[in-house]
């Protein structure tokens, strides 16, 4: 017995390695933890940086009032970053008003309501719509709904709803109402896929109690799954509108290029990510690139707020959770 | 496995008034051959008990024979579980609650549940059980009811300059009465309780056992409990299963169900003796 304890005693030599490997290995890791978190931290400092120096001419020229000055003549270099704000708000707005609901909708059924054979499937083939790269599903809409929202959704919501300012005006194959469904489809299987979590997270006694009440799986739903993961729902919708403001390619394929601020859902538009990525390689005169920058200046800045809105509703989300006040 | 001693001397309360006399009784349930199985595994076979109203009955017996599993079926909590598959009849006021077009949220209207971790909704205090009210559309003096049911569960004095707080804030006991406070909120019929006091301390435990004399006036309850002296102290009725081994596993089975008196002293069955006697095994 006295033997075996022995053995697993240390002896100061032992002690004196073990110290020493256990102060490599936690250095070591310290170490490399560290750095990546630093590295990450660093990119985005440097590439912020960089964003902010190439869009320098075009900050010193226009100063801010270039985020309050509306159009983007390039012939005579005066540019304005309003219009495109205003289109980027409105498109990931909308697109958002709309995947929410959708989004809300799958993730409950998907948890809840689906089939449960069903379930797995539906849910990879609907987070498969995320894997369509941008271009492919900006064809689409080119080529499908685009020609669907000139000539029968458009007219429809017109004729229905042409009192309300977003249906006024002509439908056409192109514009801020196809660029809104574009990003929508491109956030719902992000959206979607987060309240799944969310909603499949929320522990079964807590649904047990309220079923054992008399409860219908509905009112289960609303007074149980959606309080407990309503601030995780906020911070997916905002993660995903982060995702539409940022979106370039397909928006540009199908928002039409146009100039603006119009509440018409029919009009063409401009986001601060289309306009960059349809003029940057054909820019001519620097400021015109320096001012194209400081487009992607502002919209690094919205998307960091968005994030950042983001983390402090997760942040809060353990407070919420714990219900009352 | 069970928390008690070997022998620890089974103390009955002998202060409780007589339970109603066998012809007396009036049966709210009767299980006529239960057989409840999860795939294709049963894990309790064949079980036919009446419960009675307004008495204590309880439900013991070692781990996983069933006990949990019996009670659910008692208001169709197990068809929240895809695998779970019921033989047989619940009689509930001599209506099969399995039978053709009977709606289990109906059932659970009636036969209200407190489960084995306190499990209050993310909601404060007062909303925990005003949300049941609300939802079965009691609406009318919400306050008052509120503060009756938590009366009732004794936990009225310990909440009432807290109701808006969140109930997480609570410990674990009061957790549990608010829990309760909950069930009886929307005047169930029977309170089914999965090993109501297993999370909590001496104290609380003593506290929800007392309730359950209080309750029983009003309501029809049966508990299930691995603490034989529980069992003693708070039911009238005691019902013990057991695990009985097949090539195939196992399944519980209700070994013998008596008045509680006659269960702990002198019971008919050997392995109702041997569990009591805790020579269990
Ligand atoms: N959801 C479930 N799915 C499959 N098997 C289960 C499930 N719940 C319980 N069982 C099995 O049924 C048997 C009885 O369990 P349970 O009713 O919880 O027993 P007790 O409450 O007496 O401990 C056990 O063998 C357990 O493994
Ligand atoms: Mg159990």
Same mark, same amino acid.
């Given at each position: 017995m006295s033997a075996r304890v022995n053995a697993i005693t240390s002896t $100061?030599?032992l002690r004196?390695?073990?110290?020493?490997?256990?102060?490599?290995?936690?250095?070591? #890791? /310290?170490?490399?933890?560290?750095?990546?978190?630093?590295?990450?931290?660093?990119?985005?400092?440097?590439?912020?940086?960089?964003?902010?120096?190439?869009?320098?001419?075009?900050?010193?020229?226009?100063?801010?009032?270039?985020?309050?000055?509306?159009?983007?003549?390039?012939?005579?270099?005066?540019?304005?970053?309003?219009?495109?704000?205003?289109?980027?708000? &409105?498109?990931?707005?909308?697109?958002?008003?709309?995947?929410?609901?959708?989004?809300?909708?799958?993730?409950?059924?998907?948890?809840?309501?689906?089939?449960?054979?069903?379930?797995?499937?539906?849910?990879?083939?609907?987070?498969?719509?995320?894997?369509?790269?941008?271009?492919?599903?900006?064809?689409?809409?080119?080529?499908?709904?685009?020609?669907?929202?000139?000539?029968?959704?458009? $007219?429809? &919501?017109?004729? /229905?709803?042409?009192?309300?300012?977003?249906?006024?005006?002509?439908?056409?194959? @192109?514009?801020?109402?196809?660029?809104?469904?574009?990003?929508?489809?491109?956030?719902?299987?992000?959206?979607?896929?987060?309240?799944?979590?969310?909603?499949?997270?929320? $522990?079964?006694?807590?649904?047990?109690?309220?079923?054992?009440?008399?409860?219908?799986?509905?009112?289960?739903?609303?007074?149980?799954?959606?309080?407990?993961?309503?601030?995780?729902?906020?911070?997916?919708?905002?993660?995903?509108?982060?995702?539409?403001?940022?979106?370039?390619? @397909?928006?540009?394929?199908?928002?039409?290029?146009?100039?603006?601020?119009?509440?018409?859902?029919?009009?063409?538009?401009?986001?601060?990510?289309?306009?960059?990525?349809?003029?940057?390689?054909?820019?001519?005169?620097?400021?015109?690139?320096?001012?194209?920058?400081?487009?992607? @200046?502002?919209? &690094?800045?919205?998307?960091? #707020?968005?994030?950042?809105?983001?983390?402090?509703?997760?942040?809060? *989300?353990? /407070?919420?959770?714990?219900?009352?006040? | 496995?069970?928390?008690?001693?070997?022998?620890?001397?089974?103390?009955?309360?002998?202060?409780?008034? %007589?339970?109603?006399?066998?012809?007396?009784?009036?049966?709210? *349930?009767?299980?006529?051959?239960?057989?409840?199985?999860?795939?294709?595994? $049963?894990?309790?076979?064949?079980?036919?008990?009446?419960?009675?109203?307004?008495?204590?009955?309880?439900?013991?017996?070692?781990?996983?024979?069933?006990?949990?599993?019996? #009670?659910?079926?008692?208001?169709?909590?197990?068809?929240?579980?895809?695998?779970?598959?019921?033989?047989?009849?619940?009689?509930?006021?001599?209506?099969?609650?399995?039978?053709?077009?009977?709606?289990?949220?109906?059932?659970?209207?009636?036969?209200?549940?407190?489960?084995?971790?306190?499990?209050? *909704?993310?909601?404060?205090?007062?909303?925990?059980?005003?949300?049941? !009210?609300?939802?079965?559309?009691?609406?009318?003096?919400?306050?008052?009811?509120?503060?009756?049911?938590?009366?009732?569960? %004794?936990?009225?004095?310990?909440?009432?300059?807290?109701?808006?707080?969140?109930?997480?804030?609570?410990?674990?006991?009061?957790?549990?009465?608010?829990?309760?406070?909950?069930?009886?909120?929307?005047?169930?019929?029977?309170?089914?309780?999965?090993?109501?006091?297993?999370?909590?301390?001496?104290?609380?435990?003593?506290?929800?056992?007392?309730?359950?004399?209080? #309750?029983?006036?009003?309501?029809? !309850?049966?508990?299930?409990?691995?603490?034989?002296?529980?069992?003693?102290?708070? @039911?009238?009725?005691?019902?013990?299963?057991?695990?009985?081994?097949?090539?195939?596993?196992? /399944?519980?089975?209700?070994?013998?169900?008596?008045?509680?008196?006659?269960?702990?002293?002198?019971?008919?069955?050997?392995?109702?003796?041997?569990?009591?006697?805790?020579?269990?095994?």
């Amino acid at each position: 017995m006295s033997a075996r304890v022995n053995a697993i005693t240390s002896t $100061p030599a032992l002690r004196a390695r073990r110290r020493l490997g256990d102060r490599f290995g936690d250095v070591f #890791l /310290h170490g490399l933890t560290g750095a990546a978190a630093a590295a990450a931290g660093a990119l985005l400092v440097a590439i912020a940086w960089k964003i902010f120096d190439i869009a320098h001419p075009a900050i010193s020229k226009y100063g801010f009032a270039f985020v309050t000055r509306q159009g983007w003549d390039a012939i005579h270099s005066r540019f304005g970053a309003l219009d495109l704000i205003w289109g980027t708000l &409105l498109t990931s707005f909308l697109a958002l008003l709309i995947a929410t609901p959708v989004s809300i909708a799958i993730g409950l059924y998907l948890s809840e309501l689906a089939p449960r054979g069903a379930r797995t499937v539906i849910a990879s083939l609907v987070e498969l719509l995320a894997a369509i790269p941008s271009v492919v599903l900006g064809l689409w809409g080119i080529l499908v709904l685009g020609p669907f929202v000139g000539q029968d959704l458009g $007219p429809w &919501l017109h004729r /229905h709803l042409g009192f309300i300012p977003l249906f006024d005006g002509t439908p056409q194959n @192109a514009g801020i109402l196809v660029a809104v469904l574009v990003l929508t489809i491109m956030i719902v299987p992000i959206t979607s896929s987060i309240c799944r979590e969310l909603f499949l997270g929320v $522990p079964t006694e807590l649904e047990e109690g309220a079923l054992a009440l008399g409860a219908t799986r509905w009112e289960m739903v609303r007074g149980v799954i959606l309080p407990y993961t309503r601030t995780g729902v906020g911070a997916a919708v905002i993660l995903g509108f982060g995702r539409a403001v940022g979106e370039a390619i @397909a928006v540009t394929q199908v928002i039409g290029a146009g100039y603006g601020i119009h509440w018409s859902l029919f009009a063409t538009g401009d986001t601060l990510a289309s306009k960059l990525a349809e003029q940057y390689q054909s820019a001519t005169t620097k400021i015109q690139t320096a001012s194209l920058v400081y487009l992607a @200046a502002i919209l &690094l800045v919205i998307s960091l #707020l968005v994030n950042l809105l983001a983390q402090v509703i997760v942040r809060r *989300f353990s /407070h919420q959770r714990t219900g009352g006040s | 496995m069970d928390t008690m001693g070997a022998v620890a001397p089974i103390e009955i309360a002998q202060a409780r008034e %007589a339970p109603l006399s066998a012809s007396d009784r009036e049966a709210v *349930f009767e299980t006529r051959g239960l057989t409840v199985s999860y795939g294709k595994a $049963p894990a309790v076979s064949n079980v036919d008990l009446p419960i009675y109203r307004n008495l204590v009955t309880a439900i013991i017996g070692p781990s996983g024979c069933g006990k949990s599993t019996f #009670l659910r079926s008692l208001n169709r909590m197990n068809d929240l579980i895809p695998s779970a598959k019921v033989d047989g009849e619940v009689l509930y006021h001599g209506q099969n609650i399995y039978g053709d077009g009977v709606d289990p949220v109906e059932v659970r209207r009636r036969i209200g549940m407190v489960f084995q971790k306190p499990n209050p *909704f993310p909601k404060s205090i007062y909303d925990n059980v005003a949300w049941g !009210l609300r939802v079965l559309g009691m609406k009318d003096d919400l306050d008052g009811r509120v503060e009756r049911a938590l009366t009732q569960a %004794a936990l009225w004095d310990e909440v009432k300059n807290r109701l808006k707080k969140g109930a997480f804030g609570l410990s674990g006991g009061q957790q549990q009465r608010l829990c309760l406070a909950r069930a009886i909120a929307v005047e169930p019929d029977v309170v089914l309780l999965d090993e109501p006091a297993s999370a909590l301390d001496p104290i609380a435990t003593t506290k929800i056992e007392d309730l359950m004399h209080e #309750l029983k006036n009003e309501y029809t !309850l049966v508990i299930v409990t691995h603490n034989m002296q529980q069992a003693a102290r708070v @039911a009238d009725m005691t019902a013990f299963f057991t695990l009985e081994r097949t090539e195939s596993g196992g /399944h519980g089975v209700l070994v013998e169900y008596d008045e509680t008196p006659k269960i702990f002293t002198q019971p008919d069955d050997k392995r109702t003796e041997g569990y009591v006697t805790g020579r269990f095994g």
